[in-house]
């Protein structure tokens, strides 16, 4: 069981720039890559970005890559992900997740554990 809780959501004004972090607990973090995405209202979650267990491989959704980055610390057991140049459009409930795939992992289902989620909200 891996227990996963983010932090750093709030308010910003577009054009803004935020850090998420996603502390976990329980089992090995270093073991598990890592993900994170974000569900708007009446919106299906979407994909932004994934990390491998090493930190080694990342991948993003094409509508953040340049915007987003995504990091892992796993002597503190934390991932982050830095966003700049937030969207108004993009107000939503940002979450990360872990996963015990080898492959990247971009589909929700391909993970095993989540976070209560972060609210971010980017005023206009």
């Known amino acids: 069981q891996v227990q996963l809780v983010e932090s750093g959501g709030g308010l910003v004004q577009a054009g803004g720039s935020l850090r998420l972090s996603c502390a976990a607990s329980?089992?090995?973090?270093?073991?598990?890559?890592m993900g994170w995405f974000r569900q708007a209202p009446g919106k299906e979650r979407e994909f932004l970005a994934y990390i491998s267990w090493s930190g080694g491989t990342t991948y993003y959704a094409d509508y953040v890559r340049g915007r987003f980055t995504i990091s892992r610390d796993n002597a503190k057991n934390t991932v982050y992900l830095q966003m700049i140049s937030l969207k108004p459009e993009k107000t939503a409930v940002y979450y990360c997740?872990?996963?015990?795939?080898?492959?990247?992992?971009?589909?929700?289902?391909?993970?095993?554990?989540w976070g209560q989620g972060a609210r971010v909200t980017v005023s206009s």
């Open positions: 329980g089992r090995t973090f270093s073991r598990y890559a």
């Open positions: 997740a872990a996963s015990s795939r080898c492959l990247i992992a971009t589909c929700a289902d391909e993970y095993d554990y």
